[in-house]
């Protein structure tokens, strides 16, 4: 899920610095919009150790956060925050329903 997220925020860069809301320098843009992908393949790829999840939840927060630069991100965010909530809900219950085989 982070890594599809990231991808969006990759395309999302031109729009940020063209038409967003708010004047944002082009390479403010580029260079937040990278960071941000790049943060989110890192944390999707260390999704299970202990930490991946919160850090999971803030990298939605921070997209949505872009919102405030383009209301689509908006939109956007708020559409992969309910898939990321929905993945760690049923990644739980799978675990869950493993462990409970298991027994």
């Known amino acids: ?30 260079a937040g ?3 941000l992908a790049l943060a989110l393949v890192i944390v999707a790829r260390y999704v299970t150790r ?25 939109i956007v965010g708020g559409i992969f925050a309910i898939l990321w909530g929905v993945a760690i809900r049923l990644g739980r219950q799978a675990d869950e329903a493993r462990a409970a085989g298991a027994e």
């Open 50 to 74: 202990p930490w991946g999840v919160p850090a999971g939840w803030v990298l939605q927060g921070l997209v949505i956060a872009l919102g405030l630069l383009a209301p689509a991100l908006l």
């Open 33 to 35: 919009g990278v960071a």
């Open 1 to 30: 899920m982070l890594a599809l997220e990231a991808i969006v925020v990759i395309l999302a860069i031109p729009v940020v610095a063209v038409v967003g809301t708010v004047p944002v320098p082009p390479w403010l843009a580029i």
